[in-house]
Nanobody, 123 residues
């Protein structure tokens, strides 16, 4: 059973930083590729970043390249999203997701989702 729980969201000023965490309570975390998405009301859920099972390869959306970093610690069953130089347009609910096969930019490739954590960036 995969249960994902995000934490670390909050209110931050533009230019600030936050680190999101996503913990998986199941025993098979290292067998899943992981991704982060975000969503604002009225818009579709948007890809942010993804990482392979062993953490050797990661990919970010163009909108966050150079500012966000995805990483994982399989010993702690946790994936992280370090967000620096935050902008008001980064505001949204951030979701982590687990893919049993391959993690892509398409949300349909993910099998499990967390409940989300709110990130608000003030100008």
């Amino acid at each position: 059973q995969v249960q994902l729980v995000e934490s670390g969201g909050g209110l931050v000023q533009a230019g600030g930083s936050l680190r999101l965490s996503c913990a998986n309570s199941g025993p098979t975390f290292s067998t899943y590729a992981m991704g982060w998405f975000r969503q604002v009301p009225g818009k579709e859920r948007e890809f942010v970043a993804r990482i392979t099972r062993n953490g050797a390869s990661a990919y970010n959306a163009d909108s966050v390249k150079g500012r966000f970093t995805i990483s994982r610690d399989n010993a702690k069953n946790t994936v992280y999203l370090q967000m620096n130089s935050l902008k008001p347009e980064d505001t949204g609910v951030y979701y982590c997701a687990a893919a049993a096969t391959i993690a892509t930019m398409n949300r349909n490739s993910y099998n499990y989702w967390g409940q989300g954590t709110q990130v608000t960036v003030s100008s």
